[in-house]
C-alpha cells in the first residue's frame, strides 16, 4: 500500500442484508381504444309508415309521402312533402318543398319554397324565394321573392340560340 492509500480515510462497508420495499403494484398501461359497439334502441313504429325523418345522416334514394331531413342528404327523394333544414338533396321530385338553409340540386315541384338556400334546377308551379336564397336555372309559372338566378327567360333563350348556333357551324363543317 502506498503512503497515499494509506493517508486515505477508509470507507465503512456496505451492509450484505437486503431491504425489503414494498412498493404499490405498477400500473399498467392503458389499453388500446378499441371500437365500442353501441345498442340500438327502435321506438315502436309511428301509425304512419310512410313518415320519414332524417336526423344528421343520410340515404341515397327513398320514397315516402312525408320526408324531413335535418343536418342530413338524400340523393333522390319522392315524396309528397319534403322539407330540408341545413341539408342537401341530389334530385326531388315532390308536390311541397320547403328548404331551409340547404341546398337542392334538381326539383320537379309544384308548390317550392326556399328560405337562404339555393338549388341548381327547378322546375315548378309556383316558387317562393326567401331572403339568401339562389338558384342556378328555374321554369315556374309563378316566382314569388326575391332570387338572384344564374340564367333567367331572357338569359335562357340568348343561350339557346347561341347553342343552335354552334351546333349549326359544327354540323356544316362534319358534312
Same mark, same amino acid.
Given at each position: 500500500?502506498?503512503?497515499?492509500?494509506?493517508?486515505?480515510?477508509?470507507?465503512?462497508?456496505?451492509?450484505?442484508?437486503?431491504?425489503?420495499?414494498?412498493?404499490?403494484?405498477?400500473?399498467?398501461?392503458?389499453?388500446?381504444?378499441?371500437?365500442?359497439?353501441?345498442?340500438?334502441?327502435?321506438?315502436?313504429?309511428?301509425?304512419?309508415?310512410? +313518415? /320519414?325523418?332524417?336526423? &344528421? @345522416?343520410? *340515404? =341515397?334514394?327513398?320514397? #315516402?309521402? $312525408?320526408?324531413?331531413?335535418? !343536418?342530413? %342528404?338524400?340523393?333522390?327523394?319522392?315524396?309528397?312533402?319534403?322539407?330540408?333544414?341545413?341539408?342537401?338533396?341530389?334530385?326531388?321530385?315532390?308536390? +311541397? /318543398?320547403?328548404?331551409? &338553409? @340547404?341546398? *337542392? =340540386?334538381?326539383?320537379? #315541384?309544384? $308548390?317550392?319554397?326556399?328560405? !337562404?338556400? %339555393?338549388?341548381?334546377?327547378?322546375?315548378?308551379?309556383?316558387?317562393?324565394?326567401?331572403?339568401?336564397?339562389?338558384?342556378?336555372?328555374?321554369?315556374?309559372?309563378?316566382?314569388?321573392?326575391?332570387?338572384?338566378?344564374?340564367?333567367?327567360?331572357?338569359?335562357?333563350?340568348?343561350?339557346?340560340?347561341?347553342?343552335?348556333?354552334?351546333?349549326?357551324?359544327?354540323?356544316?363543317?362534319?358534312?
Amino acid at each position: 500500500m502506498t503512503e497515499e492509500e494509506a493517508a486515505r480515510p477508509k470507507r465503512a462497508a456496505r451492509p450484505t442484508t437486503t431491504a425489503t420495499v414494498s412498493a404499490a403494484p405498477k400500473a399498467k398501461p392503458p389499453a388500446p381504444k378499441r371500437p365500442v359497439a353501441v345498442p340500438v334502441v327502435v321506438d315502436s313504429p309511428p301509425a304512419d309508415e310512410s +313518415q /320519414l325523418t332524417i336526423m &344528421q @345522416g343520410g *340515404v =341515397g334514394r327513398l320514397t #315516402a309521402t $312525408d320526408v324531413a331531413i335535418t !343536418q342530413g %342528404g338524400v340523393g333522390a327523394v319522392r315524396a309528397d312533402r319534403l322539407s330540408v333544414e341545413l341539408g342537401g338533396v341530389g334530385a326531388a321530385m315532390t308536390d +311541397q /318543398l320547403d328548404v331551409r &338553409q @340547404g341546398v *337542392v =340540386g334538381a326539383v320537379i #315541384a309544384r $308548390d317550392a319554397s326556399f328560405e !337562404q338556400a %339555393g338549388v341548381r334546377t327547378l322546375i315548378a308551379n309556383r316558387v317562393h324565394f326567401g331572403p339568401n336564397s339562389g338558384a342556378g336555372v328555374v321554369l315556374a309559372a309563378r316566382v314569388d321573392g326575391d332570387v338572384r338566378t344564374l340564367l333567367d327567360w331572357r338569359g335562357a333563350i340568348a343561350f339557346g340560340a347561341a347553342a343552335g348556333v354552334v351546333m349549326a357551324l359544327f354540323r356544316g363543317r362534319r358534312r
